[in-house]
């Protein structure tokens, strides 16, 4: 079965650069979340998209923006980077409701290095 | 964290012993959930409990939720080596959007 799929897997970025995280949820899924764990924390939601709209935000940067396209995909860009960005960052993908009742499906997630 | 404390932090124990881990969180849920994480890897949903549910079984997880305590606990009877892992609950709020909110963690240890 398809899973949710991420790329890429490892990022390694110096400050102040760019990074651009993706996010393929399950097909026909239309729900997507991203999460940020640092080393050794829990995750920590950062925003998401239900059929292509902001749905919630968390404890998301200004420098932090994202989106989800007409094909359910999510893009996660990152500007300025600092090295307390330096994490993994998961998604997740749900169809809107479906989540709350079976859980959800995880990437296997983007490891950014900030150097 | 988000949420509230889990605890133990790190738990070791012995192939066939059982694990509980234990779990409290801060606000009014619909439900919460519990998910694995081996190292470095991604997270692995196991077994969600509905406000409305005092207990409930998968194989061999058992998960309780106590709302009036704002509590849960995991329980892994029979312990194999191959459960080393960490175990984060996470709740999904009343009326909200889904997202998950999650607690600290317990990384457990099981000696072969």
């Known amino acids: 079965a398809a899973g949710v799929i991420q790329s890429p897997r490892h990022l390694i970025k110096e400050k102040r650069e760019t990074a651009t995280l993706k996010c393929y949820p399950i097909?026909?899924?239309?729900?997507v979340y991203w999460y940020q764990q640092g080393p050794g924390q829990d995750p920590q939601f950062l925003i998401s998209f239900y059929e292509k709209m902001q749905s919630d935000k968390g404890s998301i940067p200004d420098r932090f923006s994202a989106q989800q396209f007409s094909d359910y995909h999510s893009e996660l860009n990152m500007s300025s980077l600092e090295l307390g960005d330096s994490a993994l960052y998961f998604c997740a993908s749900s169809l809107r409701g479906l989540g709350d009742n079976y859980g959800y499906t995880f990437g296997s997630g983007t490891r950014l290095t900030v150097v | 964290s988000q949420q509230g404390e889990e605890d133990p932090q790190a738990l070791s124990i012995q192939e066939g012993e059982n694990a509980t881990m234990n779990c409290s969180y801060k606000t009014s849920i619909n439900n919460l959930q519990w998910y694995r994480q081996n190292s470095g890897r991604g997270l692995v949903h196991l077994i969600l409990?509905?406000?409305?549910?005092r207990e409930k079984h998968s194989g061999r997880l058992r998960v309780t939720l106590d709302t009036s305590k704002k509590s849960s606990s995991l329980l892994i009877t029979a312990s194999r080596a191959a459960d080393t892992a960490s175990y984060f609950c996470a709740t999904v709020g009343s009326g909200n959007t889904g997202k998950l909110i999650f607690g600290q963690g317990t990384t457990l240890q099981v000696k072969p």
């Open positions: 097909p026909r899924h239309d729900t």
């Open positions: 409990i509905r406000s409305n549910e």
